[in-house]
Every structure is written in structure tokens, then in C-alpha cells.
């Protein structure tokens, strides 16, 4: 099993200011990344596949990159609806894994 | 427009069963990955299982192999869930995801969720 590790755990951000989450794997994932972004009493959305492309109608200040077993997602300039928990998923191999979650707060 | 509408949670026992359900629209069912994927109260996201479009093969966690079959209906644009020799530490928030890519395949959508609490 590939284990994912999120880091920070929280991560405290005023807003307007620039967010760098991080994601490691265990094993090399290839760019069978994903992020999802999730906020209290809500379902995942999905942010980014493929370690780098965005997915539909998610805005251009949530950018992610990396590849192998390093990941990195961008928030370039955090909007109130941006605080909330990110989670990093590989689907490179089964069984799939999440990493932990990283809560970003308002500062 | 893609939905996903989990139903079928509940309070069950330990050692007991329940089935989930999950009707889909707006899209083209048959031909993608459907998968579960669950979340305990105050924790984080844990995939459950999966099964492709229409060649019937599944995927499990390790957790719930043996417990837990999926399986889907096609012709009623539904995924279920069979959940048998339920415990405590299977309470959670289950949610249905429909899949993307090819041989491998992430989340796209996602329902609202359905709980299911096992506690005597």
C-alpha cells in the first residue's frame, strides 16, 4: 500500500497571501495525483488530477505540480472560500490512498 | 449535469448488514468507474472500493475485503454497496464517486453522502 503524507497539517494563512501544501508518497505515483478540496458538512470536490491540470471551473489561483513522489498545490492568493481541508489521493496503483488532510485557517 | 444520490444508510448493530445505494444521471454510466469512499466522524477520506464500467471487476480496501461487496445495475443507473459483519469502526460517511481516466482512475463527482452508524 502507498502511503500519502500531507504536510502541514494546518497551515495558517491570512487572506490574499500565497498557500503551498505539500504531498509525498511512499513510491513513485508517476502524475497519479489528485487533490480534492473539502469544507465542513460538504462532499470532496475535486481541484486537480493528474498532478497538474485543473479540473472544471476550478479557479487559475489553485495550480499543483509534481511528479514521482513529491506534490505541491498552490493557492497563489487565498479568497475566504479557500479555507478548508485538501486532501491528496494517488491513483497510480489498489488500493487507493488518501493522505491525511491538510486544514488551511485563516490567519 | 453529473448527480450522484446516495441513499440506503442507517443505525445497524455490530454484525449486521446494510446495503447502500447510489442512483446516478447525467452521464453515460455504464462507461465509467464507480467507487465508495468513506469518511469517520472527525477523520479523514479512506477509498472503500471499486468497480469498472461494465466488466464487472472490483476493487477493495484491505478493511473491508470479505465484509463488503459492490456491485452495479447498469440498466438502473445505480451502484450499491453490501455491507455484511458491520463493527464499530465501519461508522462513517459513505460516499459514491463517479470515475475518471482509464486503467487509472480518480473522482470527479461526488455525492452528498449517506451515514452509517453501527453501535448497539
Known amino acids: 500500500e502507498i502511503l500519502m503524507t500531507q504536510s502541514p497539517a494546518t497551515l495558517s494563512v491570512s487572506p490574499g497571501e500565497r498557500a503551498t501544501l505539500s504531498c509525498r508518497a511512499s513510491q513513485s505515483v508517476s502524475s497519479n495525483l489528485a487533490w480534492y478540496q473539502q469544507k465542513p458538512g460538504q462532499a470532496p470536490r475535486l481541484l486537480i488530477y493528474?498532478?497538474?491540470t485543473r479540473a472544471t471551473g476550478i479557479p487559475a489561483r489553485f495550480s499543483g505540480s509534481g511528479s514521482g513522489t513529491e506534490f505541491t498545490l498552490t493557492i497563489s492568493s487565498l479568497q475566504s472560500e479557500d479555507f478548508a481541508l485538501y486532501y491528496c489521493?494517488?491513483?497510480?496503483?489498489?488500493?487507493?490512498?488518501f493522505g491525511q488532510g491538510t486544514k488551511v485557517e485563516i490567519k | 449535469e453529473v448527480q450522484l444520490l446516495e441513499s440506503g444508510g442507517g443505525l445497524v448493530q455490530p454484525g449486521g448488514s446494510l446495503r447502500l445505494s447510489c442512483a446516478a444521471s447525467?452521464?453515460?454510466?455504464?462507461?465509467?468507474?464507480m467507487n465508495w469512499v468513506r469518511q469517520a466522524p472527525g477523520k479523514g477520506l479512506e477509498w472503500v472500493s471499486s468497480?469498472?464500467?461494465?466488466?464487472?471487476?472490483?476493487y477493495y480496501a484491505d478493511s473491508v475485503k470479505g465484509r463488503f461487496t459492490i456491485s452495479r445495475d447498469n440498466s438502473k443507473n445505480t451502484l450499491y454497496l453490501q455491507m455484511n459483519s458491520l463493527r464499530a469502526e465501519d461508522t462513517a460517511v459513505y460516499y459514491c464517486?463517479?470515475?475518471?481516466?482509464?486503467?487509472?482512475?480518480?473522482?470527479?463527482?461526488w455525492g452528498q453522502g449517506t451515514r452509517v452508524t453501527v453501535s448497539s
Open positions: 489521493q494517488q491513483y497510480d496503483n489498489w488500493p487507493r490512498t
Open positions: 468497480i469498472s464500467g461494465s466488466d464487472g471487476y472490483t
Open positions: 493528474g498532478a497538474s
Open positions: 447525467g452521464f453515460t454510466f455504464s462507461s465509467y468507474v
Open positions: 464517486a463517479k470515475g475518471r481516466g482509464g486503467s487509472h482512475t480518480f473522482s470527479d463527482y
